[in-house]
């Protein structure tokens, strides 16, 4: 054999093991990168009732808030989204379910919508979601509370505006209330305003809901809030921040998509340039209701509130907007990156006027007091005090307002 032939064969088969090699650190890197997260397969051949997908370059997840505590083997989604990444708009839609709707669940009846993730997981929580709502959900990514924290922390931190002192004296006392509960002391946050929140704090911040900081419709807007300035974060970041981002997130969240699923999901979100991000939430002012013995329900038309939903996914109109026959690009019309639409929480909305002529103003029928308690909470007869679902006490204003009473 000539040298120059052993030459040639001898690069042809370096060639071939380096290719090989870079293969195997490739597959290598992917396994330790993707595989290491925590991979529910567990719907695999599960019958979600998801209706037929519209549109193959839109795809919608579930995404579960979880506050789970050490030792439950079950808990509730305290926070549903419906998260549509929309590769043809170049969008990423976030709509905020509320967790006390009323809506039936499968083999249980009617029930708050969050009892779906309690009765049977993330399989039933997404059944619940495609019957009531019409959609076309195979897949879900769920993270606790204090896992949130941790990511939160991988970021950086994300910016968020405090806007009133009410909220900075709540936001800190859920803050001290964590820390009792974990054993540990957190930072507080000083002052009002646009600032940088650590992991505890922003998530703090996104589950405040008391001290006339606007229940739990105001608690869903500053959770879209969070997720917003998470994605603003991720923005910012360079493709090596990015891979280490994903490694450090990782083992924070479970999800049913698998490696194969993620890959293509990701590349399709970016192919045209990060995409931008909206969050809406539904029911919609005036078309809801409370509902219960104690007001514990959230009464709507799911048809109406399915209709909202579909429109806003497949045809891009966002939720109370009528559709728009302009072609130009008008990007603040829809409210679009601004916390639901825009809309003020400092008051809950108010629901639709009843038409029922036994709640006329004209009838005096004595109200029992305990009735007025929310669920899970009670009423104190001996004082006349409330206690909240978390053991919070406080008192009804003149207008029914809870009013808390400072530690």
């Given at each position: 054999?000539s040298?120059?032939r052993?030459?040639?064969r001898?690069?042809?088969?370096l060639t071939?093991?380096?290719?090989?090699?870079?293969?195997?650190c490739?597959g290598l890197?992917?396994?330790?990168?993707?595989?290491g997260?925590?991979?529910?397969?567990?719907?695999?051949g599960?019958?979600?009732?998801?209706?037929?997908?519209?549109?193959?370059?839109?795809?919608?997840?579930?995404?579960?808030?979880?506050d789970?505590?050490?030792?439950?083997?079950?808990s509730?989604s305290?926070?549903m989204?419906?998260?549509?990444?929309?590769?043809?708009?170049?969008k990423?839609?976030l709509?905020?379910?509320m967790?006390?709707?009323?809506v039936?669940?499968?083999g249980h009846?009617?029930?708050?919508?969050?009892?779906?993730?309690?009765?049977?997981g993330?399989s039933?929580a997404?059944?619940t979601?495609?019957e009531?709502?019409g959609?076309?959900?195979?897949?879900?990514?769920?993270?606790n509370?204090?896992?949130?924290?941790?990511?939160?922390?991988?970021?950086?931190?994300v910016?968020?505006?405090?806007?009133?002192v009410?909220e900075l004296?709540?936001?800190?006392r859920?803050?001290?209330?964590?820390?009792?509960e974990?054993?540990?002391?957190?930072?507080s946050?000083?002052n009002t305003?646009?600032?940088?929140l650590?992991?505890v704090?922003?998530m703090?911040?996104?589950?405040?809901?008391?001290?006339?900081?606007?229940?739990?419709w105001?608690?869903?807007?500053?959770?879209g809030?969070?997720?917003?300035?998470?994605?603003?974060?991720?923005?910012?970041?360079?493709?090596?921040?990015?891979?280490g981002?994903?490694?450090?997130?990782i083992?924070?969240?479970?999800?049913?998509?698998?490696?194969?699923?993620?890959?293509?999901?990701?590349?399709?979100a970016?192919?045209?340039?990060?995409?931008?991000?909206?969050?809406?939430r539904?029911?919609?002012?005036?078309e809801?209701?409370y509902?219960?013995?104690?007001s514990?329900?959230?009464?709507?038309?799911v048809?109406?509130?399915?209709?909202?939903?579909?429109?806003?996914i497949?045809?891009?109109?966002?939720p109370?907007?009528?559709?728009?026959?302009?072609?130009?690009?008008?990007?603040d019309?829809?409210?679009?990156?601004?916390?639901l639409?825009?809309?003020?929480?400092?008051?809950?909305?108010t629901?639709?006027?009843?038409t029922?002529d036994?709640?006329?103003?004209?009838?005096?029928?004595?109200?029992?007091?305990?009735s007025?308690?929310?669920?899970?909470?009670?009423?104190?007869?001996?004082?006349g005090?409330?206690?909240?679902s978390?053991?919070?006490?406080?008192?009804?204003?003149?207008s029914g307002?809870?009013?808390?009473?400072?530690?």
């Amino acid at each position: 054999m000539s040298l120059k032939r052993f030459q040639r064969r001898l690069i042809r088969v370096l060639t071939v093991l380096v290719l090989l090699s870079a293969v195997f650190c490739v597959g290598l890197y992917a396994y330790r990168t993707f595989l290491g997260y925590n991979y529910d397969s567990s719907l695999s051949g599960v019958d979600l009732a998801a209706g037929v997908k519209a549109d193959e370059n839109i795809t919608n997840i579930a995404l579960f808030g979880l506050d789970t505590r050490e030792g439950d083997t079950q808990s509730h989604s305290d926070c549903m989204m419906i998260v549509t990444v929309d590769n043809t708009r170049g969008k990423i839609k976030l709509i905020s379910l509320m967790r006390d709707s009323l809506v039936n669940i499968d083999g249980h009846g009617e029930d708050k919508l969050n009892a779906a993730y309690f009765l049977g997981g993330p399989s039933l929580a997404i059944r619940t979601i495609n019957e009531n709502f019409g959609t076309d959900i195979t897949e879900y990514v769920s993270v606790n509370f204090e896992q949130l924290a941790e990511i939160i922390d991988a970021l950086g931190g994300v910016e968020i505006n405090v806007e009133t002192v009410a909220e900075l004296e709540e936001l800190n006392r859920v803050i001290r209330d964590y820390g009792i509960e974990q054993g540990q002391t957190f930072e507080s946050v000083e002052n009002t305003g646009l600032q940088t929140l650590n992991g505890v704090q922003a998530m703090c911040y996104g589950r405040i809901r008391k001290g006339g900081t606007g229940d739990d419709w105001a608690r869903v807007e500053r959770q879209g809030i969070v997720m917003e300035a998470m994605f603003t974060k991720v923005q910012s970041m360079s493709a090596s921040d990015l891979i280490g981002l994903m490694q450090k997130m990782i083992p924070y969240v479970t999800t049913s998509l698998s490696p194969t699923e993620i890959a293509p999901l990701i590349v399709g979100a970016v192919q045209n340039g990060m995409p931008t991000i909206e969050h809406t939430r539904v029911p919609l002012d005036g078309e809801w209701d409370y509902y219960g013995a104690s007001s514990e329900y959230i009464l709507y038309d799911v048809n109406v509130a399915a209709d909202h939903i579909q429109q806003y996914i497949y045809n891009d109109v966002f939720p109370g907007e009528e559709p728009s026959t302009d072609t130009t690009d008008g990007t603040d019309s829809t409210g679009a990156n601004e916390p639901l639409g825009g809309i003020d929480f400092d008051e809950p909305p108010t629901g639709p006027m009843t038409t029922d002529d036994s709640a006329s103003s004209g009838t005096d029928e004595t109200v029992d007091p305990a009735s007025l308690a929310e669920e899970g909470g009670w009423y104190d007869p001996d004082t006349g005090d409330y206690y909240d679902s978390d053991g919070d006490r406080y008192y009804l204003d003149e207008s029914g307002s809870r009013v808390y009473y400072a530690e």
